[in-house]
């Protein structure tokens, strides 16, 4: 196992560094999302529904939807600032009989294991936890967020064992529990002699979980049977993604430049500028032929 927390318990003036661990594993078959007609991973993306676009993890805030359809946007800096404890202390609050805390408001379980330095208080605390049949009430700051939690003995170990807070579990509103039925004395004594036939010790290692067996021999069975997919190495989608907003880009600048560039005349091929030119030409030959063709002037003699 892998610790995944490290800290401290507190009791009074006393200080037992511990190594935190999860005591439980959920035992399911873990299944992908696959395209069904060649084997190939499905992936999400994260995108806004308000501009279409791709949503990069670093521009992701956390947001507190308001009954108005509202969004209030809270930042890293507004979480920064809130009394939760960062000191990693396991602070033990009371000692209480364990029949007194309902089972309901269990979340989750912890193994607490001794840093080398503290063994010797941990099994003090320990031993003298176990001596009491009580067990402790502490207070705990696990993956940003604050839990009541009771620490207990099994098998040598403290067991850390996280709360719901009180308003975190649901009153009971049942419309039968109104209504006044009756049970006859015959069938509660029926029910009751049910009960005592079907008492036993319990042992966990009886039950197993069926589905889960039978489920793992169907892939089993197809492994065997070679009715397996090898699905192709996904198509580099990197560079696609950055040609196309290049594209986009470009075909965007174009519309700009469009817009605000005023429209210009075309300039004249060769031959309309060598057709406009040959007419001026031949107006202006005449002109010297009649230049040419009038007499010249003497100049006169002075007296």
Do not use: N
């Amino acid at each position: 196992m892998r610790s995944i927390w490290k800290g401290a318990i507190s009791f009074g003036l006393v200080t037992i560094p511990v190594k935190l661990y999860s005591a439980t594993e959920q035992k399911d078959v873990a299944f992908h999302q696959v395209h069904r007609e060649d084997g190939g991973r499905i992936k999400y993306r994260r995108v806004c529904t308000v501009d279409g676009e791709e949503v990069s993890y670093s521009d992701i805030a956390k947001g507190y939807e308001l009954a108005t359809g509202e969004m209030v946007v809270l930042t890293d800096e507004d979480f920064a600032d809130l009394p939760l404890s960062t000191s990693r202390r396991i602070d033990v609050l009371q000692f209480s009989p364990a029949e007194q805390i309902d089972p309901i408001y269990f979340a989750k379980a912890y193994y607490l294991e001794p840093d080398a330095q503290g063994s010797k208080p941990y099994v003090l605390l320990r031993d003298a936890l176990e001596r009491s049949g009580q067990v402790a009430i502490v207070k705990v700051a696990l993956r940003q967020r604050e839990s009541l939690a009771t620490l207990r003995v099994r098998d040598g170990i403290f067991v850390l064992e996280t709360m719901l807070w009180p308003d975190e579990v649901r009153e009971v509103e049942f419309p039968f529990l109104e209504e006044d039925i009756e049970v006859r004395p015959q069938e509660l004594t029926m029910a009751e002699s049910l009960i005592d036939t079907m008492v036993a010790d319990f042992d966990p290692s009886e039950y197993k979980d069926a589905y889960r067996e039978a489920l793992q021999q169907v892939i089993e069975a197809k492994v065997e049977g070679r009715e397996l997919v090898a699905p192709e190495a996904p198509a580099e989608a990197g560079p696609a993604v950055d040609l196309m907003a290049a594209l986009r880009a470009s075909v965007e600048a174009a519309k700009r430049e469009r817009e605000t560039t005023p429209a210009t005349t075309k300039k004249p091929s060769k031959a309309a500028t060598k057709s406009k030119a040959e007419p001026a030409k031949a107006k202006a030959e005449p002109a010297k032929d009649k230049e040419e063709a009038a007499p010249k002037k003497r100049p006169r003699k002075s007296a």
